[in-house]
């Protein structure tokens, strides 16, 4: 009897066909699922694979473009520094090529491989760029005579350059700022820029100087080219006499490296490409060790000396750092000023910001007049115990 029902309860073909299709349907998508996966891990395969070669396959060197000669071969210097005599991979012209571009080259080989995009050294590019200063000549006291001349020089020039053609006059290319050290060289030459509107590009000689043959110049021609590129720009060369120094016949490596530089510099001044809306202002405390070629015009036209303030450059320099410190009627700026003769402007900003800590220390908001007074006697000692060392090494030099 149960065989007989069992037999009655299945379909006609012995078997359920509807699980079976289910298995099926199941199979399939589990079938485009894995083809799915294995296709991702395919992509990650050569991802990965792509990443090791690149990582395994050796350093590329940065060199520039000397010259191309007639047989397709090319000289260039490499940033290791000789000069080379190299050839160019299938696909680089080698007739494409300028002096002065930027190629890779193989580490073996050494064969141009790719031609880099234009780029200025990392070193440029740490200069110190600013495109509005916040320096007025408000915040410059004692120094009237002197701004007028720097404003006839620069700023006229970038903001008015009809009257000089209307003259048939060329403006001044560069401005040299000598005197003692704190009294406002570089302060004048950022107060130019605002009120000119022009990029103020910071540079300190000494960033030029370096160990390879032909950096130094190379650096100079890529500080006017970002000059250039950013006109109208002012490029302030800070203590130029560490480049500038006078030529000399005898001298080390080292020492023809920096008048290499030198050169570079006079070019870039004086030379085939005009600066344009591009103005140069140098500083220097030793205007006796420059050469004479950066003193001659067309290089420097204006030699503007900035000295020591007088009493009136004193009261005006007092005023400038303490318009926002409240100050007590017993202060007397005049006699002040009267009592830091020989005090340059830093020294004097010195000496309010000492008073500024005196009446700190006395739990005072307002700053009086003997504030002032230990702020002084503490900035002239300062300054007597700094003379006092140099006299005392130069004794033992």
């Known amino acids: ?23 099926i349907q199941y199979l399939r998508r589990r079938v485009q699922e894995l083809m799915k996966e294995k296709i991702a891990l395919q992509r990650d ?68 491989v790719s031609v880099l995009p234009n780029r200025f050294d990392p070193i440029v590019k740490s200069m110190e760029v600013v495109e509005k200063p ?17 404003y006839e020089a620069v700023v006229l020039p970038l903001k008015r350059p009809d009257l000089f053609r209307e003259l048939g006059i060329e403006p001044p290319r560069g401005v040299l700022l000598y005197g003692p050290p704190g009294t406002g060289k570089t302060l004048l030459a950022k107060a130019v820029a605002r009120e000119s509107g022009a990029t103020f590009i910071r540079v300190v000689a000494s960033e030029f100087v370096n160990k390879f043959i032909g950096e130094g110049a190379r650096l100079v ?40 530089t030198l050169v570079q510099l006079l070019a870039e001044m004086d030379g085939f490409d005009p600066l344009g809306n591009v103005k140069v202002i140098a500083a220097t405390n030793r205007l006796d060790l420059l050469d004479p070629a950066l003193l001659r015009p067309g290089r420097f036209d204006r030699i503007i000396e900035i000295p020591l303030p007088d009493k009136q450059g004193r009261v005006e320099i007092l005023r400038i750092h303490t318009r926002r410190m409240k100050l007590d009627r017993d202060v007397d ?48 000692r300062r300054l007597k115990n700094s003379s006092r060392v140099e006299g005392s090494s130069l004794l033992h030099t």
């Open 333 to 380: 700026l005049e006699m002040i000023a009267e009592i830091t003769e020989g005090f340059s402007g830093a020294d004097l900003k010195a000496v309010v910001v000492e008073a500024g800590y005196n009446a700190l220390r006395r739990n005072s908001k307002v700053v009086n007049l003997t504030d002032f007074l230990r702020a002084v006697e503490k900035v002239r």
């Open 45 to 112: 395969l050569e991802h990965y694979k792509s990443e090791v070669t690149r990582l395994l396959s050796p350093p590329l060197i940065e060199a520039v473009v000397l010259e191309v000669l007639d047989d397709g071969r090319v000289i260039v210097k490499s940033s290791t520094g000789p000069n080379l005599i190299v050839n160019t991979v299938a696909g680089i012209d080698p007739q494409s090529l300028r002096p002065g571009m930027m190629v890779a080259l193989n580490n073996r080989a050494s064969t141009i």
């Open 221 to 260: 021609r890529e500080v006017f080219r970002l000059a250039r590129r950013k006109a109208p720009s002012i490029v302030f060369i800070d203590e130029i006499d560490a480049i500038g120094a006078r030529r000399l016949e005898l001298g080390t490596s080292g020492d023809r490296e920096v008048q290499r």
């Open 134 to 150: 916040n320096v007025t000549f408000n915040d410059i006291g004692g120094l009237k005579e002197q701004i007028r001349e720097v």
């Open 1 to 23: 009897m149960s065989l007989s029902s069992n037999s009655r309860s299945k379909p006609q073909g012995g078997y359920d066909a509807a699980p079976l299709e289910e298995e």
